[in-house]
């Protein structure tokens, strides 16, 4: 019995399909730096999940991948013996796609083929681009660890839907075989091939082999290893171009984009390690989701461990992607020492010190390139002084904001700016919250900073409220905002304005007894205020109130 049944693909899957193909068409060699990279992952995944169960290895540990073309069947032919899958993974992983967001994601594709090209980028089409030169992928499979009967087939033309059936596979891992479309005969060629695994898989730190051939071009019956299948990290960076910076990249970063800027740093002393880290151009379209990857790969001594080690880069920090290479750690490290170990801490502090000093570095020689990374990933570093309390004063410089200074919404103020541009006598860096920075920049609490020229930050974003909880001050200025408590304007204000203000205030003192009263308790207080140049009255919290959108947040979520 295999059997056998044909399902139709998740519908986001066939719109994802039709759209991909012709957005990647006029770059499609890709398609066999994906199946490199899925198989350079497989192997990965084995050698990790053989750290607790060394039987997975089968007694054969030598991992590598094969690629092979047959002129006459028209296929190509891509195989790995990493980990495979069994038959609930293979129509989970090819056939769905499990990620929040994905509808949304597909509705903004437009059809314009530069314009997709970008987004589908920005999502990772994988495997699936298997069907730009194919009309049909046939896929056989076998987890490590089951027997020869455990085997899984799954075929497709890439229109809507695949079949998959249980199959005998004696070699455990994976085989892609595509069945090339009817113009793509140009990748049938031993030359083509080479070519293109050399210029975007020579970094891929196993062997990538194709069958070697004698003096008269005849098969000799061999492998012939075709990258250079050493780890890109542990060449010196001299020797390193920015094309295998990058290309390694894509592999490392699941990315389909140039990194914007990457670190690469042979760490010795008390502990000795490499590591290369990137900051992608882009935030992926699931920076938000709660089951996002983390995105440092932890070898020892070249040897992979483990993926998206989460030990290794804070919260704040999550979309840094690349590989840390200890010589310390024990080879046969278990998953437990990963929790908890002190090299790891210390790798883990190296490397966000590498990367806040990359940002840095960014900020002060290339400001419109971290302009680009603060609008990709500025809303999670702000999480930064929260988590990373060691860290807080650097992160609190990489900041950047939006203020009355330039109105916009763009958040281009960073707080030495604002400090540089502070009044005689002020004191504090003035924000204010709001749900949007309309809200924020037409605020009544304004009135009186606009009318006396002092900046105000303008914060709309959700962990706005969350930052400024945990950043209460720089450069030894506190910050402070407009909306709450008793406002005070520090030495800004001239001692005739003081004296007109005691004055006015004087004349209405009984008018705030008389509205207390007819507010009864619904307010705490009402005082006379000196806020406002324009508008009446405006609604102020006590300092360690919350601020009002939250509350209101709070409310609607039933709290
Ligand atoms: P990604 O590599 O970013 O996860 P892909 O579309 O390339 O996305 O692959 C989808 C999934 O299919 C992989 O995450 C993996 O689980 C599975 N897969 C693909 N190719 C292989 C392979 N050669 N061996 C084992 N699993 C594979
Ligand atoms: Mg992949």
Redesign the pocket.
Known sequence: DTHKETRQFQTEVSQLLHLMINALYSNKEIFLR?LI???A??CDKLRFEALSDDALMEGQGELQIQVSFDKEARTITVR?N????NRE?VIQ??GTIARSGTREFISQLTGDQKKDAHLIGQF?????SAFIVADRVTLT?RRAGMTPEHGVRWVSDGSGEFSVETVEKAER??E?VLHLKADEDEFLDQWRLRHIITRYSDHIPLPIAMPGTDDKGEPNGEWDTVNRANALWTRPRSEITDDEYKAFYKHVG?DFEDPLAWTHNRVEGRQEYTSLLYIPTRAPFDLWDRDRRHGIKLYVQRVFIMDDAEHLMPTYLRFVRGVVDSSDLPLNISREILQSNKLIDGMRAGSVKKVLGLLEDMAANEPEKYQTFWDAFGRVMKEGPGEDYANREQIARLLRFASTHTGESAQTVSLADYVARMKEGQQHIYYITADSHTAALHSPHLEVFRKRGIEVLLLSDRVDEWLVSHLHEFDGKSLKSVAKGELDLGDTETEEEKQAQQAAEEKVKDLLPRIKAALEERVEDVRFSHRLTDSPACIVLSEHDMALYMQQLLKQAGQ
């Open positions: 994906e990279s899925n198989a992952d497989a790995d990493g980990i495979g899958m993974e992983n090819i990772g089409v994988g495997f699936y499979t891992g994976t892609v699941h």
